[in-house]
């Protein structure tokens, strides 16, 4: 690929069913499925989460440090005639600021930025909701 802004992970066995997902800057996450860790659906979910976290956390925080700051993400997985996939998938802000005026701009904010993260900023919930041509090949 010649994409200037290409992403990319790379998964490796550890032992059957457990794997190691890594970036190229050194960062790394396990997953399997079945036990305690994340599952590659939660994965899917806890990006959806992260990626808006990111736009939200960024510029409310300039205003205010968040006295509480969750995102739940939640969806369906169904199994239909188009094959496995999550269906539903509902995103919940659960953000508190102090009283205070930083603590009001940050509140007053907030459903702005929740919005724009969902239509215009957040990588991953956007690429759920256009869809994105997913490819594979073997070497």
Known sequence: MTDKDLRRVTLTRDTMGHYTVRNER???????????ELSPVELLLAGIAACTA???????????????????????????????????????FRVRFPDGEGGEAARTILPSL???????????????????????RIE
């Open 114 to 136: 929740v919005r724009r993260s969902h239509e215009e900023f957040c990588t991953v919930s956007r690429t759920v909701m256009l869809g994105a041509k997913v490819t594979s």
């Open 26 to 36: 050194g960062g790394s996450i396990t997953t399997s499925s079945g036990t305690e």
């Open 54 to 92: 990111v736009d939200v956390d960024t510029v409310t925080t300039r205003r205010a440090e968040p006295d509480s700051f969750e995102i739940e993400v939640t969806a369906d997985k169904v199994k239909d005639e188009q094959g496995n996939h999550l269906k539903d998938i509902e995103v919940t």
